[in-house]
């Protein structure tokens, strides 16, 4: 057993810290660790330079664009990122629609929506939660009616993360009412910009709107956006999510809050001393560094089997839950850290630059991101289905 | 023993309830976070009219109440109905220390209703630290001048003066400052209300005691019941509102409150708010005891842990709508988390219950 990287992949990791200390803007690092929301625009240009180095889409084939990394060039690459603190890639169209429309798609669809993610033409947003349908996907009710050379949708989803910025939307949708629930579904790409289609914002607890309800009433869908056959879509839905679960451990994300956690704890007193040296709250840093330690190397394990061609199944679900588990910790943690400075409610000074921030600046989104990353253990599949995964495929329970 | 209510307190509370589930929604929360003062004009006026801010006191003081008991009946339904008033400021805070100082004249308006009030006691980098105070009071002929910095002053945007602590030669004094006589901006807390930062230079003040460091600390114990219990109330109303979403939301075909899993966590979250009821209890009994402050640091740190506890599975437990400010959880849950930050947190309060016991 060896723990480090081979002399190719460090060469590999040289490569992109060099490519970050060229490129990576500190305005947008900055954001980050102050936590401010990233807008548009940021998200945007971050994707323009990754794009120009030909690294925004890491894992697609070359022939479509990507960098065809492999699962551990593709771990180094987010581990060197957001240990900078860059901003995540935006995941709906590079992350989750692209592999499916490199399977399942049709050569024109590709041909016409794979350049247009990777150029920054299209945002794409995510279709398949509904009111009634959340853990329980395959309950959902939005329908797709055929009528012609179009289909016709109408139905709620809800949840759509930064929808408000999006232009298209892939949706699973009911085009059966015929046996298991599971078969009835299809893969459908809509243009926002079509007539019946509303977007409404959903304000969080952390006073942002970063998820939209959105409507459709009579919208007509050319039938070529359909994604592979009609009432398969479940298929697709599923090979997706297994897209969606790369990188689900964040350790990255966690190194990168355990950082910053540690500079507040050092820069905050607490009985006149640096509060990191208080015994107590020094043993809660130290916990949740010891399992972000061992889950780092979890994550290792499981990248490193990807990369030899074991596709992760219920280790992922593993990776969820303890990565969500320990960033929320590092979170409350960090809102602790602020103490009183926790109480004011400071959404609009961190929409700019922190200039208005109330108390310490490093503290003016402690308490958005604690409420804001309850969500970590709820979407994407929550810790409660992620356990009973586990307990079915791992335990056979 | 006995922990029935008396009849009297069965009233009280029975009318504060009722009166709160009929003034108090999301509609008027959010309305409040709007206005300028922060909280709902029409329900505080209500509140005095009641008498529930003169259960606070005891007759001594002008009231018909005023022990620890008197005072977790009350908040515990503020906190039940999510409530942002100050009650906490104007009532105990400030109400207490002028009935301390005797000054009956004050208290009275106070529980008329018709005076706000705020306490700037907390500095930036003091964090919990009650005793470390260094704005400096300084004579002006007969007055004083006070100059500092005073941090997260709880009820800013309404109060037309704050009691000011600052240095003197004496130890740590008590001072009156109008509000009109500073310059300051007022911001909404997480959870409702409003607060602002204090800078002090040469502020013109009335001293109200040279040392007050005693009626502090009484003062302090006194609003540490106040918002526990108010933590128990926001624990009981969240508790209230997951059983009744595991009833009725249904995924895979049954309500989800059917799945184990979740039936033992809420199971677990009721023990933890016994727990917590029973801590409040603990303290409420001793608040003017010889062991009032091993029971302030026991309580805290227990509401602070199981207050944790709830947010965190609460939401959880809701899913995606347990995200959402339109729904009544997301209030209740910020402002159940805003607890752990005054007066000390869970940590502050572990450590000097370790203290208190190793003395
Ligand atoms: C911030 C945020 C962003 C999101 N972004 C998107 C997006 O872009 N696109 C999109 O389509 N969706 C998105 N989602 C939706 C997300 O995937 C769902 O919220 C999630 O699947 C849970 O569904 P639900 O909210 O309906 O909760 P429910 O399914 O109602 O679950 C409520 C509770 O019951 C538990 N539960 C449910 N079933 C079981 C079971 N069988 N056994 C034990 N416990 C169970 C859950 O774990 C949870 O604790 C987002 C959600 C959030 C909060």
Not at chain 1, 14 to 40: I, N, Q, S, W, Y
Not at chain 1, 172 to 196: A, C, H, Y
Not at chain 1, 306 to 325: Q, Y
Not at chain 2, 240 to 263: H, M, S
Request: overall charge negative; some cysteine; hydrophobic content about 45%.
């Amino acid at each position: 057993m060896n723990l480090d990287y081979t002399d190719a992949q460090k060469t590999f990791r040289d490569e992109v810290r060099a490519f970050l200390d060229a490129k990576l803007p500190e305005r947008l690092t900055d954001a980050g660790r102050k936590g401010r929301a990233l807008t548009k625009d940021d998200h945007e240009e971050w994707h323009a330079i990754l794009n120009e180095k030909g690294w925004l889409a890491g894992s697609w084939p070359e022939e479509f664009g990507g960098a065809g990394w492999d699962a551990v060039q593709r771990h180094i690459f987010e581990d060197e990122t957001t240990a900078r603190g860059a901003p995540r890639i935006v995941p709906f169209g590079v992350a989750m629609l692209g592999p499916v429309l490199m399977k399942f798609g049709s050569k024109a669809q590709q041909d016409h929506y794979l350049p247009r993610i990777l150029d920054g033409t299209d945002w794409w947003c995510q279709g398949y939660s509904e009111p009634g349908a959340g853990s329980d996907l395959a309950s959902l009710r939005t329908e797709a009616v055929r009528d012609g050379d179009h289909y016709i949708v109408n139905g709620q989803k809800t949840w759509t993360t930064l929808g408000q910025y999006a232009n298209w939307i892939f949706c699973l949708v009911r085009t059966s009412k015929e046996g298991k629930p599971q078969k009835g579904i299809s893969f459908l790409l809509i243009d926002m910009n079509s007539p019946g289609v509303e977007v409404r914002p959903i304000v969080l607890l952390d006073g942002t709107a970063e998820v939209n309800e959105v409507w459709f009433s009579d919208v007509r869908v050319p039938v070529e956006n359909l994604v592979g056959e009609e009432n398969k879509g479940w298929t697709y839905a599923k090979y997706l999510l297994t897209h969606e679960r790369t990188n689900i451990a964040g350790v990255g994300f966690a190194n990168a809050g355990l950082a910053n956690l540690k500079r507040i704890a050092r820069a905050e007193r607490a009985g006149g001393r640096p509060l990191i040296e208080n015994p107590h709250f020094a043993a809660r840093v130290a916990r949740v560094e010891i399992d972000l330690m061992a889950m780092a190397t979890t994550n290792l394990r499981v990248v490193s089997a990807a990369a030899a061609g074991n596709a992760p199944g219920a280790e992922s679900s593993m990776l969820k839950i303890k990565g969500t588990v320990i960033r929320q910790e590092i979170n409350h943690l960090t809102r602790s850290a602020i103490g009183p400075y926790a109480m004011p409610f400071q959404s609009e000074a961190v929409e700019g630059d922190n200039a208005g921030a109330i108390g310490p600046d490093y503290g003016a989104r402690a308490s958005g991101q604690y409420f804001n990353n309850r969500k970590l253990s709820i979407y994407g599949g929550s810790n409660e289905v992620q356990r009973t995964i586990i307990a079915k495929s791992m335990l056979e329970l | 023993m006995n922990f029935e209510l008396s009849d009297e307190a069965r009233m009280l509370q029975d009318g504060l309830r009722r009166f709160l589930r009929e003034t108090y929604d999301a509609k008027t929360r959010n309305a409040a976070a709007e206005a300028p003062q922060g909280f709902p004009r029409a329900v505080w006026d209500g509140l005095a009219e009641m008498g529930v801010i003169g259960a606070l006191f005891t007759e001594d003081q002008g009231g018909f109440g005023g022990t620890g008991f008197d005072i977790a009946l009350v908040f515990e339904e503020l906190g039940r109905a999510g409530a942002v008033d100050p009650m906490l400021d104007t009532g105990v805070l400030c109400g207490g220390l002028l009935a301390e100082l005797g000054d009956t004249e004050a208290v009275e308006g106070v529980i008329a209703g018709g005076t706000q009030l705020a306490l700037a006691h907390g500095e930036p980098g003091a964090r919990y630290d009650s005793s470390t105070a260094e704005t400096a009071a300084a004579r002006d002929g007969d007055a004083w001048r006070l100059t500092g910095r005073k941090a997260v002053v709880v009820n800013a945007a309404a109060a037309e003066a704050f009691l000011v602590t600052a240095r003197t030669d004496a130890g740590l004094g008590l001072f009156r400052v109008e509000a009109a006589a500073l310059d300051f901006r007022p911001y909404p807390l997480n959870g409702g209300g409003t607060a602002a930062e204090l800078a002090l230079d040469a502020a013109p003040a009335t001293l109200l005691a040279e040392e007050a460091g005693a009626i502090l600390a009484r003062a302090e114990a006194r609003a540490t019941l106040a918002i526990c219990a108010e933590a128990l109330g926001l624990m009981e109303a969240i508790r209230g509102l997951t059983a009744d979403y595991l009833k009725t939301r249904k995924q895979f075909g049954q309500p989800i409150g059917k799945f184990q899993v979740l039936q033992h966590r809420m199971a677990d979250m009721l023990i933890e708010i016994e727990q917590a009821r029973s801590a409040v209890i603990n303290l409420a009994g001793n608040l003017d005891g010889p062991d009032r402050d091993l029971h302030v640091a026991a309580t805290k740190n227990l509401i602070g842990e199981v207050a944790r506890l709830v947010v965190e599975e609460s939401i959880q437990m809701h899913g995606g709508i347990g995200m959402t400010m339109e729904y009544d959880l997301g209030h209740l849950a910020k402002r159940l988390t805003m607890v752990d930050h005054r007066f000390g947190d869970a940590l502050h309060h572990l450590e000097r219950f370790i203290a208190l016991r190793a003395a």
